[in-house]
């Protein structure tokens, strides 16, 4: 079974409206991380955000916010204010377990494109 | 820091060559991970690392894979003889285990490996 799965292949919004990505994660751990990254076309692999499953307040990083539902399982990454360089692949990733440091599994990722 | 630093960025080989990919983890982080991106499947990963020893290479594809940490600073992915399937971005990662604490995996910029 898929650990993350996230529903939308590709999104669009305009630039400077706020846009949601989706992500619901399956896990029978009372503790793990989510995390959200980006990559650009470039390439790389940027760390967004982390919310930790004992934490009760959502996580915000300046424009990213996570709307943690933990009872649905769902994780969602809002982007506010949306820009041009925004334009990227979006994934969401989990670690289980209470140690910190088991691997990241990854969903397959959503390509959001900002429209001028 | 530099950051997580893989060489080379790209490579193009012919199958049946040997491939070797070369990881330098951020000084002190006690974890290395390497992934296999690729469209059909995503980020998966194949191996990683704490402390300078193998924990879990279920994710290696097939005995054609190995990988080594010889030390700290220093990993190899390394695919003998290389096949056409096996053209994907390789990305190295490395994290620090703080112990209940946010420990994203900070990545490589990633090697593109095209076999042909």
């Known amino acids: 079974a898929q650990k993350i799965t996230q529903t939308q292949p590709g999104m669009f919004v305009q630039e400077k409206e706020a846009v949601t990505l989706d992500c619901t994660y399956d896990?029978?751990?009372?503790?793990?991380?989510l995390f959200w990254y980006k990559q650009p076309s470039s390439g790389e692999m940027i760390f967004l955000i982390y919310?930790?499953?004992?934490?009760?307040q959502n996580a915000t990083e300046g424009r990213y916010s996570l709307n943690f539902q933990k009872a649905r399982k769902s994780a969602n990454l809002v982007i506010s204010a949306s820009q041009l360089g925004d334009s990227a692949m979006y994934f969401c990733?989990?670690?289980?377990?209470?140690?910190?440091?088991?691997?990241?599994?990854f969903g397959k990722g959503t390509r959001l494109s900002v429209i001028a | 820091d530099a950051g997580v630093i893989q060489s080379p960025r790209h490579e193009v080989t012919e199958m049946g060559q040997e491939v070797t990919l070369r990881c330098k983890p951020i000084?002190?982080?006690?974890?290395l991970f390497w992934y296999r991106q690729t469209m059909m499947r995503g980020l998966e990963l194949l191996i990683y690392?704490?402390?300078?020893?193998?924990?879990?290479d279920s994710g290696m594809p097939e005995d054609r894979f190995s990988a080594k940490m010889p030390n700290a600073s220093f990993s190899t992915l390394k695919i003998q003889p290389s096949e056409p399937r096996d053209s994907a971005v390789y990305f190295c990662?490395?994290?620090?285990?703080?112990?209940?604490?946010?420990?994203?995996?900070?990545f490589g910029q990633g090697t593109r490996l095209t076999v042909v």
């Open positions: 990662a490395s994290s620090l285990d703080y112990r209940g604490m946010n420990t994203e995996a900070f």
């Open positions: 896990t029978s751990d009372q503790s793990y991380g």
């Open positions: 919310q930790g499953s004992y934490d009760e």
């Open positions: 990733a989990m670690r289980e377990g209470p140690s910190g440091n088991t691997p990241l599994v």
């Open positions: 000084s002190g982080h006690d974890y």
């Open positions: 690392f704490n402390n300078n020893v193998p924990i879990d």
